[in-house]
């Protein structure tokens, strides 16, 4: 139960193993074992546990108590962990569920599950696998998604279309990450100052594009090179310590001499490739392997960085973590992101500068999709109001 396929760096490729890394991912999202991981649960590191409310469709109302699952005490042992991950799914149950729906292109596993659960992340809690679906681990548009009930618990299960017009739905909307998959977007300062650099370019040229040749100096011992241009400096908020450099994928070059300086020629571009650009070695295939899970990040961190946006962001954006592998951050995390605490004034109170503090609120919640040493790449996966930068994020269990 792996989300696991090569993403080729080349881009004529991209679509096909894009394909395939939607087959893996439903195969781990429908799969019929529980979820490996400590916890699923997505809830404020502050909140009490609450008692929620299933609607069956009878109208009687069950109650699923989940007060047991303060701390990690009630997910120390296997068997308690199954219980206590199953009765959070089945209190996840949303009172405005659809009872059945009817899957369209274009859906995703994670929007599905949404319509059905508070929680979606927890739907292998109550998944049923039909053993006479030739392959119920794959959803297809048409496939009709049902909750039913069973001895008063619900769960959730698939009823085939009769015929298959277009492959299987993706786990998650994988166009808002293709970019990130494919080119380095994140290196290290030494990574920055001792990576080969595009010292001249034919003719005198300041700007080259597709077709040009241009002139590298330092190590070229690679054939195939990206060209990127250092962008902003990630920086810790809390420290100033600089964690890394964003990469401002420019161009693609392959070699046709080396030497001192090597000849390359640009064998495509998204911008003009500049003197002082830098090269990295293309690889010829990226290996991604993740799967959905509540993280076991051994800190809290915060959003350092927006993408495509300048102070706040929202559902399928992309945003930096301060948090990388070597804070024990994996691909496939999910973290909650909880706003800034704030301070208010208390214009009623007598006393002289009074202020009182406002908790944070849990603004949404983020995957973790791609890692480096320091820093981390996250999919706003759901928003229940603006996610600015700076917001914390952190494991919804502790």
């Not at 890394?21 to 429908?30: D, G, K, Q, R, Y």
């Not at 047991?68 to 949303?94: D, H, P, Q």
């Not at 059945?100 to 739907?123: A, H, M």
Request: proline share 5%; hydrophobic share 40%.
């Amino acid at each position: 139960m792996t989300f696991q396929a090569p993403l080729t760096a080349a881009r004529h490729n991209l679509t096909s193993t894009l394909t395939s890394l939607a087959l893996a991912a439903t195969t781990l999202a429908l799969g019929a074992c529980a979820v490996t991981e400590p916890s699923d649960v997505f809830t404020n590191s502050n909140a009490t546990p609450a008692t929620s409310a299933l609607q069956n469709p009878a109208g009687d109302t069950a109650a699923v108590t989940s007060a047991n699952l303060t701390g990690t005490a009630a997910l120390s042992t296997g068997a308690n962990r199954k219980r206590a991950l199953r009765a959070l799914a089945e209190g996840s149950v949303r009172t405005d569920n659809p009872g059945n729906y009817t899957v369209v292109k274009g859906d995703t596993l994670w929007d599905i599950s949404e319509r059905f659960l508070s929680r979606p992340w927890l739907w292998p809690e109550i998944w049923h696998v039909n053993p006479q679906i030739a392959n119920p681990h794959l959803i297809y548009p048409d496939d009709q998604i049902s909750l039913t009930y069973v001895n008063g618990k619900p769960r959730l299960e698939l009823i085939r279309a009769s015929s298959k017009s277009t492959g299987p739905i993706s786990q998650f909307p994988l166009g808002a990450i293709e970019e990130f998959l494919i080119e380095p977007k994140v290196v290290t300062s030494k990574e920055l100052y001792t990576a080969p650099y595009v010292v001249a370019a034919d003719e005198g040229r300041l700007i080259s594009a597709k077709g040009n040749h241009v002139y590298v100096r330092g190590d070229t011992s690679s054939d195939r090179y990206s060209v990127f241009r250092p962008g902003d400096a990630l920086v810790d908020p809390d420290t100033g310590e600089v964690l890394g450099h964003e990469a401002i994928h420019v161009s693609k070059a392959s070699m046709v001499a080396s030497g001192d300086p090597s000849k390359m020629v640009l064998t495509s571009n998204k911008r003009e490739t500049l003197i002082g650009d830098r090269l990295m070695s293309n690889p010829d295939a990226l290996q991604i392997s993740f799967q959905p899970r509540t993280s076991t990040a051994n800190k809290a961190g915060k959003i350092i960085s927006l993408f495509d946006a300048v102070s706040r962001a929202g559902k399928n954006q992309v945003v930096v973590l301060n948090l990388g592998e070597n804070d024990g951050v994996q691909a496939g995390d999910v973290m909650s992101v909880i706003s800034d605490d704030r301070q208010v004034r208390d214009k009623i109170s007598r006393k002289k500068n009074d202020f009182v503090t406002i908790p944070g609120d849990e603004s949404g919640v983020i995957m973790v999709f791609r890692t480096f040493e320091r820093v981390s790449y996250a999919l706003i996966m759901s928003s229940h109001r603006s996610i600015n930068l700076y917001d914390r994020v952190d494991s919804m269990v502790k």
